[in-house]
């Protein structure tokens, strides 16, 4: 079975496994959430040009499972639909991102973690195998296994991002 890498941050993903997804999915964003109403004032800087604060990654974060969720929703009524990009750069802006209350944030971080494992949770046995066309990182036949390793992956990843904004908040 194909395994989902990231070479940058260490994770790895079975797809065969990939029905462990959703617990981990909301495992991994519960840490988020911890980390970000902690973090104080801290959560709100940018530690260098570029490169978000842990407030904007929390609400990129919250963003992507919302998108995702309606992917694989989509997924299950159209044959491989072809999943357009979120505009993940935009919305920082658009969203006004820095701007938001990190309570309400990690709030609606938790919420959307709960409703895409319910809704991964709901994928039959052959439902994990539908494909869509994905445009990350190259346009690409996937199937739902994957949809679900990546964005556990993101949950991961940018878990790691916000760590190490918040170890750095000198820098």
Known sequence: MEVYACAECGFEQDLASAETVPTAIVDGVGDVVALVAGAGPAVHGRRAPGVWSPLEYACHLRDALLVQRERVLMARRIEQPVFDPMGRDERV????????????????????????ANVLRRLGSADWDRTVVYGYPER????????????????????????????????
């Open 93 to 116: 802006d658009h969203d006004g991102y820095a701007d938001q209350n990190p309570d309400d944030v990690t709030r609606q971080l938790a919420d959307a973690a709960a409703m895409f």
């Open 140 to 171: 690409r036949v996937r199937s739902l296994r994957w949809v679900a390793a990546h964005t556990l992956h993101e949950v991961r990843h940018h878990r790691r991002d916000i760590e190490d904004q918040l170890a750095n908040e000198d820098g």
